[in-house]
């Protein structure tokens, strides 16, 4: 899904002078695939780039919130919780975040353990333990720095652990 937002918000002429210059026929590609998905959204009423992100959004929810009911004795669930907070949060449902993100625990083994820990600090911090939802403007604006913060970071180590996937096959982000 995250691609194929890119693929739609990106502008072939600006962004990809590069890949233009360098592969042709990538470049192409791009272009094609740009036309038929853009195609395909018009053709569904109402869809749109926006549509699409939110629809993928309830998708991820809705299976996230899957493995919170049925995960056996809690497995990777700090992770699920983690994720559904963060897609809240880029939503702008800070309250369903914090709410979500307050579930959470520190678990050293869990995918998210250090973004985790770095998250509960802050919101802990910020709100002084409040399990309401935040009100203040200063403490929102803080808040929201350091929380977008943590998840840029989260991001990043996300696509360093990606790069050396791609690494240990043999391939980079621009191979084709």
Known sequence: MDALTTLLN?????????????????????????????????????????????????????????????????????????????????QGHVGDALRAWRQLTVEPTDSYATSISRLLETIEAQTGGDRGDVDTKQVMRTLSTQINSILRADHGRWLMFSMDRLLQFGFHFDTY
């Open 10 to 90: 990106a502008e072939p002429v600006d962004d990809l002078q590069w890949t233009r210059d360098a592969n042709k026929d990538a470049y192409n590609l791009i272009l094609d695939l740009r036309r038929y998905y853009t195609k395909q959204l018009r053709r569904k009423a109402g869809a749109s780039k926006e549509g699409l992100t939110e629809h993928y959004d309830q998708v991820r929810l809705g299976i996230l919130t899957g493995v919170l009911r049925t995960t056996p004795h809690g497995y990777r669930a700090n992770d699920a919780r983690f994720l559904i907070g963060a897609i809240y949060w880029r």
